[in-house]
């Protein structure tokens, strides 16, 4: 009887066949028998599905599956690939992403000495096509340390307001503590809807400082499609975690950070909006604008003053600033967003006339 893997590794793909290959040989030359990689083809139209067999074909050592499915969307992926999972551990990496060198050994080494609930780690902000601005991002807990701090674990997570799916590889028992589906179907952010969920679910936590994947940054289109969904999708997925918070009983102190991440989240969607056509930008806001106010734990203002007070932050205060003129519906504010956004749709522009020359 085969024994259950420790890593399942997870990957969405779809229409990935530009990707999908070189993301597997980055995965497979890692494998060893207590990893599985699971490949759920969400209705591509082109040769994923071929390409995915090719390699798995090429390293029958591998325990690497290919589910197909008629195309449901990234959240429902997700969903789909837990069902298939065994692995003690989830970890999630996107079709276009690179898991690098060694990772998986690491991985491997923290489970064996701490068995965490989760383990958070680092990763790239890889640009193929501007190198120059490649970066690793770190995230702010102790290094090379076992938390048992649930505030500690939150607090921290919120700072740092990476909330990836991939950024944590957490117990698949604590994905299975909820009833599926686990991830909302039919939304967009819906890793932001559900991480934070899963970790107030962790009662330990092992940072790992070491890069686990370089994260693809695609070229900004100037035509990127900025929908009222879009807006509307972004800011209710924290919403969606207010009601677990609550269930839990978090700390003032993780709600205060739940807070500031809402706002640092709302007033980035609010300057999306200026994409959208002045009268439906408008009303957009204005819908935005309540299901933001909802998922707050604090009055707003006690939340903005808070960020004001923070003399070591100036994003923090800059945020409050921000939120308060977009609460407002500042004239001012308007007119100086409205210019933001032509001029970047101008520079966007720019540097795409330059790279066809």
């Not at 006690?302 to 003129?325: E, I």
Request: proline share 6%.
């Amino acid at each position: 009887m085969s024994t259950a893997p420790t890593i399942s590794i997870i990957i969405p793909a779809y229409n990935a066949a530009g990707f999908i290959e070189e993301c597997l040989q980055h995965i497979v030359p890692q494998m060893g028998p207590g990893h599985e990689v699971i490949v759920i083809d969400d209705g591509s139209r082109d040769d994923t599905a071929a390409r995915v067999q090719a390699v798995a074909a090429a390293a029958p050592h591998c325990a690497l599956h290919l589910v197909q499915q008629a195309n449901q969307g990234l959240a429902e992926v997700r969903n789909v690939g837990l069902r298939h999972a065994r692995g003690d551990y989830i970890l999630f990496i996107d079709c276009d992403d690179l898991l690098q060198a060694g990772m998986l050994a690491r991985l491997d080494a923290v489970i064996d000495s701490h068995r965490p609930d989760a383990i958070a780690v680092d990763f790239r902000m890889w640009q193929p096509d501007r190198p120059h601005k490649d970066r690793d991002v770190h995230m702010s807990y102790p290094k090379d340390t076992l938390i048992d701090d649930q505030d500690l674990i939150l607090e921290r997570f919120f700072i740092d307001r990476h909330l990836y799916a991939w950024a944590r590889i957490i117990r698949r028992d604590i994905y299975a503590s909820f009833p599926p589906p686990l991830y909302p179907t039919g939304r967009l952010f819906e890793d932001v809807a559900v991480t934070p969920r899963l970790l107030a679910r962790c009662r330990t936590l092992y940072y790992l400082p070491q890069v686990l994947l370089a994260y693809r940054q695609h070229p900004v289109s100037i035509t990127r499609v900025i929908t009222p969904q879009w807006c509307i999708d972004f800011v209710s997925a924290l919403a969606l975690v207010k009601p677990e918070f609550e269930r839990a009983g978090v700390s003032a102190a993780v709600r205060r950070r739940f807070d500031e991440t809402a706002c640092h989240f709302y007033i980035g969607l609010v300057k999306n909006s200026y994409q959208l056509p002045a009268a439906l930008g408008k009303t957009v806001r204005q819908q935005v604008k309540g299901i933001f106010l909802g998922s707050l734990f604090d009055p707003p203002q006690q939340v903005l003053d808070g960020m004001r007070a923070n003399k070591r932050s100036q994003r923090d205060r800059r945020t409050a600033r921000q939120v308060q003129r977009a609460l407002c519906d500042s004239w001012l504010f308007n007119l100086e967003q409205s210019a933001v956004r032509k001029l970047k749709l101008w520079q966007r522009m720019r540097r795409t006339r330059a790279s066809q020359a």
